[in-house]
């Protein structure tokens, strides 16, 4: 039988996903497991989000739609990234595909190629460094530290640039950190990619998941439309995972690429999907705001309960749903202790390694559970740790 593709080895996977199925072996074993490791709100998607998908389906659609997104759907995304984020795009400008991934995925392949490299943060998501490998692209780590606030390293990113460097992807607010690129370094970094004419990724999947301040968008910036892939979704402030449903508001010149791309992979999103998605864009925005105050309650808690934790300290997140404590004062590797805290004491998280090698010493927390379910596995860390 012959081998597979070379290109299958340069394709990794998330650890969340692999984490959450060993999680699932242990409670097949009827042991219980508290769930830290997977990145998915654990609120309904809205009733009346559910009820435009429903509606649409008796409606009828259910058959190919245009392979860019409806036209609905794309004038009401630029609708709203016009309100909250001042970027000002048109429907042409718009690719809606299956998720967000898919738009990181095709912009890469239609950007990207062998000989060039492309600067990502670490730690990040794992999917950036797998796409980039896959498009035959180099990855350039950016060091993406505490120090700093967990904001992208401007300083680090352009003592990386080379004559090679062909893109620059970050994502505010941040997986795995919660971190939140500043405003300065917002300006920094289109200031960067203009100077070396790079194309950049913005991943602003968590943008409505802002706590301290409104997110702010690199593609609102003078100059940045152009260069600027922003990718977005309805998956985290909708509680959409299982919808799929994501887009990219991108240049003019990138749309018939990415549709062509489109095309070739999935033909289409959903019709009725993407109807649901203008009843979440246009309808009743308070079922977000009341679960991005919960996430900042629940984001609280668990700051306040490793801070009690021997050899653990946190730094606050401004975004997102994850906290990345650093427990490089717990007498064995965060390795280890994840290992330690599933296997042991049923308490499922992440490595901060599988976001990359910067994030060694860190575990990745993500505070989706209900504060029940959060306080009595922080209970279980705690006294895992005291038991070392």
Known sequence: MRDLASRMADLGTETAFDVLARARAIEAQGRRVLHLEIGEPDFPTPPHVVEAGVRALRDGHTKYGPPPGLPALREAICER??????VRSTPDEVVVTPGAKPILFLALLATVGPGDEVLVPDPGFPIYESVVRFAGARVVPV??????????????????????TRMLIFNSPANPTGGATTPRDLER????????DLWVISDEIYARISYEEPHRSIAALPGMRERVILSDGFSKAYAMTGWRLGFGVVPRRLAEPL??????SNSCTAAFVQLA??????????AVDRMVAEFRRRRDLVV?????IPGVRCAIPRGAFYAFPDV???PVSANDLASRLLEEHGVATLSGTAFG???????????????????????????????M
Do not use: W
Not at 189 to 196: F, G, Q, S, T, V
Not at 259 to 264: E, K, M
Not at 372 to 384: G, H
């Open 143 to 164: 060091p993406v530290r505490e120090e700093s606030g967990f904001s992208f390293d401007v300083d680090a990113a352009e003592r990386l640039i080379t004559p090679r």
């Open 328 to 330: 490089r004062g717990v």
């Open 189 to 196: 970094i289109a200031a960067l990619a203009e100077r070396h």
């Open 304 to 308: 306040s309960a490793l801070g009690k």
């Open 259 to 264: 549709t062509r791309l489109v095309i070739n």
């Open 357 to 387: 090698p910067v994030g060694d010493g860190h575990l990745r927390i993500s505070y989706v559970s209900a504060p029940e379910v959060l306080t009595e596995a922080l209970q279980r860390i705690r006294a895992a740790v005291e038991q």
């Open 81 to 86: 990234m016009l309100e909250e984020r001042g």
């Open 277 to 286: 998605g203008v009843a979440a864009l246009r309808g009743p925005q308070d």
